[in-house]
Nanobody, 112 residues
């Protein structure tokens, strides 16, 4: 059974940084392409970032490019999202995702 557990969210001021983590289990993490997706209050899901197995390809959504960085540690089965220069519009629940399997999400709130 695929299990994805996000952590690292919280309240941060505009311009601040957060690092999200996603602990993965129940599948061969090193062989999996992974995504971060977010959902803001009252809005639909928004794809944030993609990392291929082996980190051979990385892509970002237009709204986060140059501010966020996705990475992975295959030794610990962990996916990361480093978020810098955070804006109020980044406020959302952030999910890591493998295909159609999502974790429970972690709340990120950017506010002064």
């Amino acid at each position: 059974e695929v299990q994805l557990v996000e952590s690292g969210g919280g309240l941060v001021q505009p311009g601040g940084s957060l690092r999200l983590s996603c602990a993965a289990s129940g599948f061969t993490f090193g062989n999996a392409d992974m995504n971060w997706v977010r959902q803001a209050p009252g809005k639909g899901p928004e794809w944030v970032a993609f990392i291929a197995s082996g980190a051979e390809m990385i892509y970002y959504g237009d709204s986060v490019r140059d501010r966020f960085a996705i990475s992975r540690d295959d030794a610990t089965n962990t996916l990361y999202l480093q978020m810098n220069s955070l804006k109020p519009e980044d406020t959302a629940v952030y999910y890591c995702a493998k295909d159609y399997d999502w974790g429970q999400g972690t709340q990120v709130t950017v506010s002064s």
